[in-house]
């Protein structure tokens, strides 16, 4: 039996997706960045059923979604200022902090670490769910473990259709990629996944920042996002600096491709093509809805053009080196 879908305008919607989270049941939602998947935070045994439907390893950790900063500040045992000053700017919004966490927050939710990642989204949706609820609400994003992050109620439904309770429709999100995690715990923060929220404007409210690497699969991260391999479609995924030329090498050995670009080269016979927009914030809006669909015909390769090496294309970049074929 298919999961059940509402749209988020039914009068009743928010109200049954509340009630489902506090008994222990996992409901998808929007935010402004992609669908999560979510379960009451509080409740390890509700936690527990994310992990099993998206098989995710138990090293990754989840991000806990607040209404609030009230109730931010219950999950943590200590609020720096750094937090202050990055919540007043950016929440609620697209940016994940990582807090030393307090013991009401189970230890499944962080993958045993003594940090917790939390932020306040922007969603209509999420908000008002969050607040009907009344708990934080864990939620990672609604797929399968290391696919493609979905950005429709649909793409929920084909990844997590038999595995969780009730998905929310809200319609096709509108930033298109992940939060930005930045861990506040260190001296400088340190940034654990690009995302919306760029270095430039981080640093513009707490000065310079580090950078982390990705982690082994084995490894418990302090962060979701940092696994070498992440984000990734089932046709195997090529980034290529001259695509159009990569594209016809292989097509004229008769593969099925797809083709994903910013750059208006003209089509290729028989590519399937998507062309996205030549600035960094649109073309996150559209790339997993693109790659989504690319991914549903049935091709051999997805071949990428390369996005430009600076960083306001530092996440796009980011996602898709992770999703494509090591």
């Not at 049954?16 to 222990?24: D, I, P, S």
């Not at 966490?101 to 917790?116: E, R």
């Not at 439904?157 to 715990?185: A, F, M, N």
């Not at 015909?297 to 071949?303: N, S």
């Amino acid at each position: 039996m298919q999961t059940d879908t509402l749209p988020a305008t039914d009068p009743h919607a928010i109200g049954r997706a509340a009630t489902l989270l506090r008994a222990g049941c996992l409901v998808a939602f929007p935010t402004e960045t992609v669908y999560g998947l979510g379960a009451n935070a509080l409740d390890a045994d509700a936690v527990a059923r994310i992990f099993a439907a998206k098989g995710r390893p138990a090293t990754n950790p989840v991000i806990v979604h607040v209404a609030d900063r009230i109730h931010a500040k219950k999950l943590v045992a200590d609020w720096p200022d750094s937090a202050t000053h990055l919540a007043d700017r950016f929440w609620p919004g697209p940016l994940t902090l990582v807090l030393p966490k307090a013991p009401c927050v189970p230890d499944i939710v962080t993958a045993g670490g003594p940090t917790v990642a939390l932020r306040i989204p922007a969603h209509p949706v999420a908000l008002a769910l969050l607040r009907s609820c009344g708990v934080p609400i864990a939620a990672p994003s609604a797929n399968r473990s290391t696919e493609l992050s979905p950005t429709t109620a649909e793409h929920v439904q084909r990844s997590l259709s038999d595995r969780i309770d009730l998905i929310l429709d809200g319609g096709p999100t509108s930033g298109g990629l992940e939060s930005t995690v930045l861990d506040v715990t260190t001296n400088p923060p340190t940034l654990l996944r690009p995302g919306l929220v760029t270095i430039a404007e981080i640093e513009a409210i707490v000065g310079s920042i580090q950078r982390a690497g990705s982690v082994g699969d084995d490894a418990p991260a302090r962060s979701p996002g940092q696994m070498a391999r992440h984000y990734s479609p089932r046709t195997p995924l090529t980034i290529a600096t001259t695509s159009r030329r990569h594209i016809e090498t292989l097509t004229a050995d008769g593969a099925r491709i797809g083709w994903l670009t910013h750059r208006d080269e003209g089509e290729v016979p028989g590519v399937s093509r998507v062309l996205l927009p030549a600035d960094p914030v649109s073309y996150s809006a559209r790339l997993y809805a693109a790659l989504h669909h690319i991914d549903s015909l049935g091709l051999e390769r997805i071949i990428v053009e390369a996005p430009p090496d600076d960083d306001a294309w530092l996440a796009v970049r980011d996602r898709l080196h992770r999703a494509a074929e090591a």
